[in-house]
């Protein structure tokens, strides 16, 4: 995740933990500061510049200098993280083992959005404003009408899936366009 500071926040897999890369000064964040998820699925800056961290431990927030837990006072249930996102009206989304939970801007709590066939796996904002997850199960398909919407993007989207595939990640490029891995 680069950051609107000039940060670059790198993200690690085994033992976890996150590195914060400014001018040319590499600090390291573990168990000792907070971020005692393990495994680091996802890293995203919100429109505040507050980085969130999607680990196998559940969701992390960056404030003050270290790393504090996200969980039950938020409406979130314990348990993987694999994808934090923030759409273009600057709410965040995450996705869990559980489905997938959306935080309204300036709102303390998530709403839990749609259940998982298994996993929701990556979740975005296409340039239309439509919301689209990847499901290992059912693949690739539009979640929500619009970000502000709780409307299923079709009667169709729980079950008919737009492509086949894992979708490991999702990126939008500067057209608006979605790359799927």
């Known amino acids: 995740c680069v950051?609107?500071?000039?940060?670059?926040?790198?993200?690690?897999?085994?033992?976890?933990?996150?590195?914060?890369?400014?001018?040319?000064?590499v600090t390291n964040f573990d168990g000792t500061r907070g971020l005692t998820g393990g495994y680091v699925e996802s890293l995203t800056e919100d429109q505040d510049g507050s980085i969130w961290a999607g680990t196998h431990g559940g969701l992390f927030h960056f404030r003050n200098g270290k790393?504090?837990?996200?969980?039950?006072?938020?409406?979130?249930?314990?348990?993987?993280?694999?994808?934090?996102?923030e759409d273009s009206r600057g709410n965040l989304w995450v996705s869990t083992t559980d489905g997938v939970f959306r935080r309204l801007k300036d709102k303390p709590a998530f709403e839990h959005i749609m259940p998982a066939s298994y996993w929701a796996h990556r979740v975005m904002e296409d340039r239309?404003?439509?919301m689209w997850i990847?499901?290992?199960r059912i693949g690739i398909r539009p979640l929500l009408k619009h970000v502000?919407?709780?409307?299923?993007?079709?009667?169709?989207?729980?079950?008919?899936?737009?492509?086949?595939?894992?979708?490991?990640?999702?990126?939008?490029?500067?057209r608006g366009d979605m790359w799927i891995a």
């Open 134 to 136: 990847t499901d290992p």
């Open 3 to 25: 950051s609107g500071d000039g940060s670059l926040w790198v993200g690690f897999t085994t033992p976890g933990g996150v590195s914060r890369i400014k001018d040319g000064v």
């Open 67 to 85: 790393w504090e837990p996200v969980g039950h006072e938020a409406a979130l249930p314990e348990g993987t993280v694999s994808a934090t996102f």
């Open 128 to 130: 239309s404003g439509a």
């Open 148 to 174: 502000d919407s709780r409307a299923p993007a079709s009667t169709a989207a729980k079950n008919e899936p737009e492509g086949d595939g894992l979708g490991v990640q999702m990126l939008p490029d500067s």
